[in-house]
């Protein structure tokens, strides 16, 4: 990162004071301006976090020495798409993820956000409820699974799950049979997928057809009879019948459920670009699928 000229000691009261001014309201923008260059990592942080900042304060704190600071101005919705292209671009992996949560992230940063070696920065943007045609083609076709998994779960796009239901990969389709923005027909299909967990992954996700579930209550996986049988998805009717299945791991299932009893999992969109306290390595919030 480039050098840049502190102002102020980094230590001891002028820096609390500094720190108590950076966050003020009332602050004067030139001031803020200055206390962009303040010694004090925390005194910077503090102006990368306003959304009130100067574009002149904003501009140099981007190339700051110190990883936080300048995730901070990545979360800053006030930051300039120009800041953000070279942002999403940063060394720094949390740098970049908190460029894929910024509001001010427009389609020039999802472009290039989509043609990032950084899978989980794809992974983040795949995630985005609404996405550009042109961006949305680009994730359709990602080398990774995992991004056009993420991008199957998440999408509102039809055109995209169309796309996507022809995926060979089975965690992709898996990622559809959690989508509850899957067509009827589309969900019949994925209730006949030769694939166990993508089927698994449905009966606990979406409501089915009648049809569908008729057929589900012979399917030959242990596995998926017993998912059925625990699902909140699942109508009583039909769980009344797993509660005869030849199966007694499956029947006991049935006769033992309770409604919210937390049996089913639930789908959440990832928040872009978010760090937990403590998340250490790996991903944002150190969220796993």
Do not use: Y
């Not at 936080?68 to 740098?95: F, Y």
């Not at 009827?184 to 166990?196: N, Y």
């Not at 299945?245 to 409604?259: H, I, K, L, Q, Y």
């Amino acid at each position: 990162m480039g050098k840049q000229k502190h102002v102020g000691d980094a230590t001891g009261d002028g820096a609390d004071a500094r720190l108590a001014l950076a966050r003020d309201p009332a602050t004067p923008q030139m001031t803020l301006i200055d206390l962009a260059s303040d010694a004090s990592a925390e005194v910077r942080k503090a102006v990368a976090t306003r959304a009130d900042a100067p574009a002149q304060a904003l501009r140099p704190l981007t190339r700051d020495h110190d990883r936080h600071v300048r995730e901070a101005v990545a979360r800053n919705p006030s930051t300039s798409v120009g800041n953000l292209l070279r942002l999403v671009k940063d060394a720094d992996r949390w740098v970049r993820w908190a460029v894929a949560g910024n509001p001010a992230c427009d389609e020039s940063v999802r472009r290039v956000m989509a043609e990032a070696p950084d899978k989980e920065l794809r992974g983040l943007l795949a995630e985005t409820r609404e996405l550009e045609p042109e961006v949305a083609a680009r994730l359709v076709d990602d080398v990774s699974p995992e991004v056009r998994e993420r991008l199957a779960t998440h999408t509102h796009d039809p055109d995209v799950i169309t796309a996507l239901m022809a995926d060979r990969t089975a965690r992709v389709r898996k990622g559809l049979a959690r989508n509850p923005r899957t067509t009827a027909a589309q969900r019949s299909a994925l209730a006949r997928d030769p694939v166990v967990d993508v089927r698994v992954a449905l009966v606990l996700a979406v409501e089915l057809d009648e049809a569908d579930l008729r057929r589900l209550l012979d399917d030959r996986s242990v596995q998926v009879r017993t998912a059925m049988a625990r699902s909140e998805m699942i109508p009583p009717h039909i769980r009344q019948e797993l509660g005869r299945d030849p199966d007694e791991m499956v029947a006991g299932v049935a006769r033992d459920f309770r409604p919210g009893s937390g049996n089913a999992p639930v789908v959440r969109a990832a928040r872009a670009g978010h760090q937990s306290s403590g998340s250490g390595r790996g991903r944002p919030g150190g969220a796993r699928r």
